[in-house]
């Protein structure tokens, strides 16, 4: 077991539910001090993890992964959008399959071209198994997604279970970066985690305490926000933040 897999593992049996601070090192939206900035404020405010990347890449993100890694305690996970999206600096990476996807580059192709470099970076893999859910926003649009209507869970749960059976580690529910609406609906997290024994990850429009809350309530082990970083965490310095991810603990802690 890798020792990024173990801290998560054994973080998720102690305190029920986790908090992954996510950032975008998009040198067009901020540049690498920002990104520092924010991973500091986010581990200040109670984040358990980093997570780096996004569904474009623009430029080399070693150097951001690097000074972010350098600069925190907590883990740093690499979220790649694509096969530039890898980095040797980061402390482990998911290694994503998007099963929703039309096109088989984003299921198994951009895999395997990674494949290599990832094993020669001797980076901790993380397996894990991508859902989009409606909108999808940007990561559908990339990833070529046959989104899961907000209203069909069910349909999210036939894949989440394969993925499961297949062997990965986490289903992800991603509503797509800056989703109106609260993120993936508590009902359709909800009928994912009845019937899914492997930790349920979501992201993708959770902007407030509420939304953060009511996820793990209806069964997520993990709340992934990014977008709501960017747009308050260097204004408040973290404060909001933390006060979300008390919330999202108080609830972990009634679900041991």
């Known amino acids: 077991m890798g020792r990024v897999?173990?801290?998560?593992?054994?973080?998720?049996?102690?305190?029920?539910?986790?908090h992954f601070s996510l950032i975008d090192p998009d040198p067009l939206k901020m540049g690498v001090e920002s990104c520092v900035k924010i991973a500091r404020f986010a581990e200040s405010a109670g984040t358990d993890a980093i997570m780096i990347g996004g569904s474009t890449a623009f430029g080399i993100i070693d150097e951001a992964v690097k000074a972010i890694t350098d600069a925190v305690e907590i883990p740093t996970i690499l979220f790649p959008g694509n096969?530039?999206?890898?980095?040797?600096?980061?402390?482990?990476?998911?290694f994503m399959s998007l099963l929703n996807s039309t096109n088989p580059y984003w299921i198994i192709h951009a895999q395997a071209l990674a494949a290599a470099n990832v094993k020669?970076?001797?980076?901790?893999?993380?397996?894990?198994a991508y859902l989009l859910v409606a909108p999808g926003k940007t990561a559908a649009w990339?990833?070529?997604?046959?989104?899961?209507?907000?209203?069909?869970?069910?349909?999210?749960?036939?894949?989440?279970?394969a993925a499961e059976l297949i062997g990965f580690k986490l289903v992800y529910l991603e509503a797509g970066s800056g989703a109106e609406g609260g993120g993936v609906p508590p009902e359709f997290i909800s009928v994912v985690?009845?019937?899914t024994n492997i930790p349920l990850i979501t992201g993708g429009g959770f902007n407030d305490r509420e939304s953060v809350v009511n996820a793990v309530k209806a069964g997520a082990s993990i709340v992934v926000q990014g977008t709501y970083l960017e747009k308050h965490i260097l204004e408040d310095k973290g404060k909001g933040l933390r006060n979300i991810i008390e919330g999202l603990k108080a609830v972990g802690a009634e679900k041991i």
Do not use: C, H
């Open 120 to 128: 020669l970076s001797e980076i901790e893999p993380i397996s894990m």
């Open 193 to 195: 985690s009845q019937l």
């Open 83 to 94: 096969i530039s999206g890898v980095s040797r600096y980061a402390d482990a990476m998911f």
């Open 5 to 18: 897999w173990n801290y998560i593992t054994e973080k998720l049996n102690k305190e029920g539910a986790l």
């Open 142 to 161: 990339v990833g070529d997604a046959k989104v899961f209507p907000r209203d069909k869970p069910k349909l999210a749960l036939a894949y989440a279970m």
